[in-house]
């Protein structure tokens, strides 16, 4: 007899009664003493065996569902970890370019500062200091008069 059939299986479809009680040498001499198989032993070891054959499609068939929820688990999971390490990604985008825009605006702010305080210098009139700077110009460049011999 094969050892992993389920002997119980096998003993009610001879026509054998099986209570839970029963043990599985019990179940293994009900069979082995029926009339079935001692007129047919071969068509009760390939019941035997298709029982058996039925049960490892069963746990194969189990094993690849659990291994493809396994599979579909982990893809679950990364996908999960994509989206967080992509929203991370976007604060720290985002924080740079604040950080970016409060440099700038310091930057305005020091020169606007510096603007100011040299307009303060300048009579507190820019209008003045640009004045001033147009007449220096036309002082530095006019011709320089040579002269005369004699």
Same mark, same amino acid.
């Given at each position: 007899?094969?050892?992993? !059939?389920? @002997?119980?299986?096998? !003993?009610?479809?001879?026509?054998?009664?099986?209570?839970?009680?029963?043990?599985?040498?019990?179940?293994?001499?009900?069979?082995?003493?029926?009339?079935?198989? @001692?007129?047919?032993?071969?068509?009760?070891?390939?019941?035997?065996?298709?029982?058996?054959?039925?049960?490892?499609?069963?746990?194969?068939? +189990?094993?690849?569902?659990?291994?493809?929820?396994?599979?579909?688990?982990?893809?679950?999971? @990364?996908?999960? #970890?994509?989206?967080?390490? !992509?929203?991370?990604?976007?604060?720290?985008?985002?924080?740079?370019?604040?950080?970016?825009? +409060?440099?700038?605006?310091?930057?305005?702010?020091?020169?606007?500062?510096? #603007?100011?305080? +040299?307009?303060?210098?300048?009579?507190?009139? +820019?209008?003045?200091?640009?004045?001033?700077?147009?007449?220096?110009?036309?002082?530095?460049?006019?011709?320089?008069?040579?002269?005369?011999?004699?």
């Amino acid at each position: 007899m094969l050892p992993f !059939a389920r @002997k119980d299986v096998v !003993a009610e479809e001879i026509g054998k009664t099986v209570t839970q009680e029963m043990k599985v040498a019990d179940l293994r001499e009900i069979i082995l003493g029926s009339k079935a198989y @001692k007129n047919d032993p071969e068509s009760v070891e390939n019941f035997l065996s298709s029982i058996v054959e039925a049960r490892k499609r069963k746990e194969e068939q +189990s094993d690849q569902l659990e291994n493809k929820l396994e599979f579909e688990k982990i893809k679950l999971e @990364k996908a999960k #970890l994509e989206a967080q390490l !992509a929203l991370e990604k976007a604060k720290m985008d985002k924080e740079v370019e604040l950080e970016r825009i +409060s440099l700038e605006k310091a930057k305005i702010e020091s020169v606007r500062i510096e #603007l100011d305080a +040299s307009s303060a210098s300048g009579n507190g009139n +820019s209008f003045n200091c640009v004045e001033n700077y147009i007449h220096i110009v036309r002082t530095l460049t006019l011709p320089i008069p040579k002269r005369a011999e004699g």
